[in-house]
């Protein structure tokens, strides 16, 4: 016989050999089913090493449990945290901790506040902050990597999703025997490389290469199922070597869009907050009312309220971290109160962004009540002409007040800061002085008094309307207990750039 038809081959292979595979896993369509499968399972693998990989340098990997970082953190994915001196801590970090409510869990969300040298905590898809504090003995450390959706059986293990458990493994079976489906023909002694099917280069190389290894058997094969349990088994391992974080407590809210948030960089909306923490400071985000939540260093001191016509989850300023949301002020009932009595009426720093196309109205006033109107003194109003004027009372009005022709109620997100101190009275808009007073220095006694953003009296007042109510939407509401320099209220305004 001088030729043998491929067919022959297969059906009466040459003593010592085994039959040539069929064409249907020899074929290009097996070759590119193969090539994919290995090219999934190679990912799978290489990220599931990867979450693995950072515990050599004694960092420590997490599985997120829950939605309650969404979207920067999503179920099932896996988050690396590196230990951290609690002294180096900010605001805006994201902190793995031994959950205060639930002993022998983690939790791994967003620090919002230091308050008493202790932590306050809030997840990104959380309307209000966590209700414990926890302390700085409990912190594990700062996220610094996310390996998106690898701890996935994890999760569903956790929750008992059992179904999806199993298709997940049925589903790595069909790929494992996938990836195995390709095969190369096994060309017997003495058999001419036409034999073989494909391009006739690759025949030729075929056949040089059986011709020199001398080799005519087919490796022994690893049995699929060895495969499978295999590779089941150390994803699974792998997997449950992962600590669990649980961090799911109030409702989920839908969030801005933003980067990636296991960075250090403060997510305080509008307002830069990672050097100089405010005392108070009222996002001013939440989706329902009344309270507006504290999430400034006197926290546990009491939160704010919404009070009257307040349209809450509006549209808000955008800035360098991404869009914030606002309330909307009805011009007539509505307004926001903080729950914290103000401690140095004559140094402090107080914020608030704010958008007008309604001339006249209060951003903000120390009031002496918390709700009825009482005795009320330094303050900040747009005035008729749409100028801002910072001021207090000494036995008379003493204000500062902006250049005019600029009309502050224009439709835009401003940012309206005024401080007051020994060095006089300071008043910023976006970020830059407009007007000041050295030798105002004091206003009228007070003590245990609170802010009001909104409203107020205005009459008397130079400039102010007969309406003291603020039309318009208010973001990003701060009190400081000291007075800020002009750098570090430069440094509070982030706008889009």
Known sequence: MTALSLGAVRLWPAPGTEAVPAPLRSGWTALVVSTVARTLLVVVVALAVWSQLPALLGWQSTVVMSGSMSPHLNTGDVAVVRPIDPTDVRAGQVLLVDDPDHPGRLRLHRLVALEDGRLRLQGDANAAPDSSLVDLQALRGIGVLRVPAIGLPVAWAGSGEWLLLVSTAAAVTVLVAAAGWSREPVVPSGVRAATSPGPAGLRAWRARLVRRSGRHRRPRAVSAPRVVVGLVAVVLTAGFLLTSALAGYAAATVNSPDTWGMSEAARWGCVDQSAVRAVQFLALTEQVGPTAYNTGTSALAGDGTYRGGVLLDQTGPVCNAGPVRAVTLDGSSGWVGTGVPEATADDFTTQV?????????????????????????????????GQLVFGVYRGGYDTVISPSGKNYADGLWHLATASLSSAGMHLYVDGAEVAANPAYTSGEPKSGAYWWFGTGEAGGWPGATANGSFTGSLASAAVWDHALTAAQVAAQYRPQS
Not at 371 to 379: F, H, K, M, P
């Open 353 to 385: 962004w704010f958008r007008t196309t309604v001339r006249g109205g209060k951003l903000f006033q120390l009031n002496s009540q918390q709700t009825a109107s009482a005795q009320y003194d330094r303050q900040v109003y747009l005035t008729k002409d």
